[in-house]
């Protein structure tokens, strides 16, 4: 090659060079959708039923809807309390709960949950690849419980395994969860984290919120105390204090910890995202209701991603006092994992999109707009989405936060 | 302490070998569970689970040999023999497509003739009808049912043998609470069932008069699991699942029905679960998972002997009111011998204490009282003449500490309250589970553990709502006083009939006992 020729190749390859990675160094504004497609089941006033989730048909339609939001990221629900919606090797299925006596029935008709055990087909299995398929990050929404607050979702590795609850102060067992101090719990669920892995997760939401009303209340258990004897040389507290509960958390952090190791052992690159409800960057709410220590996984880098599943915001402050929380937090993770901010159409624990409402009497689509764009103007890395069940977020809304998403909040502010 | 040596001495511990080990009577990869012996003792159905679908099977107990009698797609549940041994009823449900494509029925009972046949049923709907049990005289099947239900729950019905529509028990059911696996006595005048009230509780085994079955005793405590109850074929004990703080993994108790004393069967490492006993009650079989899956095991019923339920510990009492209606006073007649105080015009009879307005009685700086940071017991017999509408007070305990250190009240929507404090003085209390009734007599206990539980029990039933953290350091107590607050107002409108105050907390046996006998016997 001639050296002008060299020259102009070499010019071209550099000026590409110096243009390609502007592009890709640009990250998409996250949508990060919580999607529990048996929510779509829902019977509607006259009885019909609007998705046929047991069937990939039918889930690829709960899929369209929630994509009408502009999410890029789903996060499908792996289980209903400790039953998994996938034949799982190890763990119970959402199958009818009176194939073990020791649940207490629902009472709503057989709807949707018949054959979410089956191989074929194996709806979380199928709906990875087909969120691949269509271009989205396809993850897992799993509840940081056992039970969902309900006796027909406890999971059978909880019932078979009553040497592992959990305890309250006074010793008494309570069979809503197993402990986390014990290595056979921790093993059961990097079991099925295995699963999920298998079945192509490419992120792992874990939720706080959904403990299933388990917190360090209950984690009064021969391992702990014993624990905690060798650490203070005295008895433990005779109910929850905050020493009591930042002990507890050690144990929560090492599981995160497995978590992490987990999926760093697949060989693949696994987002973990813990969802911390309730937060600010100087609570210590989620440390002594859910021994949630966020503020070690972020400084261990134990997380990918912090999602804000809500925040104690003033209501006669609304959006000024949503911002300086979520800006608080920001200034606590200082960049060392994603952060996605809430816009959440449900409301349980108050501070979703209807205690908006009522307290700046706005309607659904303009409350979403605002915190869409405050997440964005903050410089978050995306937002999250609680729950994309069918209707959650209304068609006005679906429409305005996929033209934000596809349009000025399409990347994260001051990366494009 | 002594709770704990009681506890280790009612949980007899078994070794397989000291009748006989447990020995296998199934075999094979899928679970064989909830085995039910036939009248005569020469079969056992269960169900067996393979490949995701559940057969009802019968096993010839001398042979060995297994007959399916309800096989294929679908789960056979739950079976239950008719008392003539002609019939076996049990659960069943087939979903052939998708929810939405229409589900065509729920879990609904059948029955099928116990040497094979054609299976009949028994009901139907989009519902859960499970735990089939007959009476002793085969004139109806009483089961589980979420029927009728408005939250999530498990309720009792009753259908006649060859089905019909399903009568519904009157019982109190709340989101989660569940009467499940009903099993009558011999004589059929109880029947027992796994009992949970709410999502938060264990599995407790709970009695109810088969006439009235509103009129429960709560069999066991919910500090233990306990569920799957089988009545012995003498009426004298119920074996069931259980789980204690400290086993090892489930296993088969023996409860004996008149004082609720249970003991824990050894079965070796693994969970056992669901017994069953043989026509003669000199054998339990039920399923065991040593191998991994569960298999249907036979053991040699244990000798079950409890002796006597513990008593309170009359050593520990430091106060211990006693009327003198001859000299119109009442005394200690504890070891400590507290001066008592009365006032106002009160009314001392046989039967107790009649407060009205002002009246009160004290004792002024008693001994005994200082419990520091240990167990107590309040112990008293009552009848509330008047729901006032107001709080009223039966007794406080009067501490430098705290003027309201301990409390037993009525509040003024009727519901009796026993409350001991925090290491703050926070109020950490215990409530009824309903509001008393005026003009009937009540045996109350109220006690704080050690562990800084705080509970009530009424007529040897533990109130379901308990306080934790009462951890309160109790010095020695300027006052204790009955029919009034501790300064007076807030008064008692009725007749205290016994008082005793323990520096112990008894065991639940001795609070359980004698009213539990007297149900039975009732």
Known sequence: ?416 | MVERLLLAMMVVAFPATGGAAPVPLTSGEGDDIEAAWSPDGSMIAFQRESDGDVDLCVLDVESGEVTTLVGGPGHALHPAWSPDGETIVYSFAHFTRTAAEGIESGYNLFAVPSGGGQPRRLTEGQIRDYTPSFTPDGDAIVFSSTRGLEEAGAALMRIPPDGGEPARFDLQQGRDTGFVEPDFSPDGSLIVCSYIPNFRENWTLRLLRAREPAEQFALTSPDAAMYAPAWSPDGRLIACTGYRAGDPSWGIYLVEVESGLSMRLDTGPGNARSPAWSPEGDRLVFEYNQGGSYDLYLVETPEAEFGPPPDFPGDATVLSLEADPGQDAVRDGSDRANEIVLAGDLEIGETGVTFGRGDFISAEAPEGMAFGDGAFCVRADVTVRELTGDVQIIAVGDYPEHRQGWQLFLNDEGYLYFNSRDTEGTFIGARSDLPLAAGTRLSVVALRRDTGRVELWLDGVRQQRTGTGATMRYGEATQVRIGSQHSGGMDFAGTVHALEILKQAPADEAIRAPHLKEFVRR
Request: glycine share 10%.
């Open chain 1, 1 to 416: 090659m001639k050296p002008a020729r060299q020259f102009i190749v070499t010019a071209v390859i550099v000026l590409l060079a110096s243009v390609c990675p502007a592009q890709e160094e640009g990250r998409r504004f996250e949508i990060a959708a919580w999607v529990d497609h048996f929510d779509f089941v829902g019977v509607r006033g006259d009885g019909e039923l609007l998705f046929d989730t047991e069937t990939v048909e039918g889930c690829r339609g709960v899929l369209d809807h929630v994509q009408e939001t502009g999410a890029t990221t789903i996060l499908w629900r792996n289980c209903a309390g400790g039953n998994m919606r996938y034949q799982s090797a190890v763990e119970s299925g959402h199958h009818p709960e009176i194939l073990d006596k020791r649940r207490i029935c629902d009472i709503r008709p057989l709807y949707g949950w018949v054959r979410y055990a089956e191989a074929e087909p194996d709806v979380v299995r199928s709906m990875m690849a087909e969120c691949e398929d269509r271009g989205l990050a396809p993850g897992i929404h799993w509840p940081f419980e056992e039970t969902h607050g309900a006796i027909w979702t406890i999971s059978r590795f909880n019932l078979e395994h009553p040497q592992l609850w959990s305890r309250t102060a006074d010793g008494h067992p309570w069979w809503g969860r197993c402990s986390l101090a014990h290595d056979e719990t921790v093993a059961h669920k990097m079991e099925l984290v295995d699963e999920l892995i298998d079945r192509g997760m490419e992120t792992l939401f874990i939720d706080f919120y959904r403990s299933g009303g388990w917190g360090p209340s209950y984690e009064f258990t021969p391992p702990v105390i014993a624990a905690w004897r060798e650490r203070f040389g005295e008895e433990p507290p005779a109910q929850t204090t905050d020493r009591w509960a930042e002990h507890v958390a050690g144990y929560v952090t090492d599981w995160v910890r497995n978590l992490r190791e987990r999926l760093d052992a697949s060989g693949r690159e696994i987002d973990l995202m813990v969802g911390i409800p309730n937060i600010t960057a100087d609570s210590d709410w989620a440390m002594v209701s859910r021994g949630a220590d966020w503020r070690t996984w972020v400084d261990e880098g134990l997380i990918d991603t912090l999602v804000i599943s809500f925040m104690p915001w003033d209501e006669e402050l609304p959006f000024e006092s949503t911002r300086e929380i979520g800006r608080g937090i920001m200034d606590a993770v200082d960049g060392r994992c994603r952060v996605l901010w809430p816009v959440r159409a449900y409301d349980f624990g108050g501070y979703g999109m209807p205690s908006y409402a009522e307290a700046t009497g706005l309607s659904q689509e303009e409350i979403a707009e605002r915190l869409m764009l405050m997440a964005w103007e903050e410089g978050a890395d995306g937002i999250s989405l609680e729950c994309v069940d069918y209707g959650n977020y209304r068609e006005k809304t679906r429409r305005r936060m996929s033209e934000l998403a596809n349009g000025r909040c399409r990347w994260v502010r001051g990366e494009r």
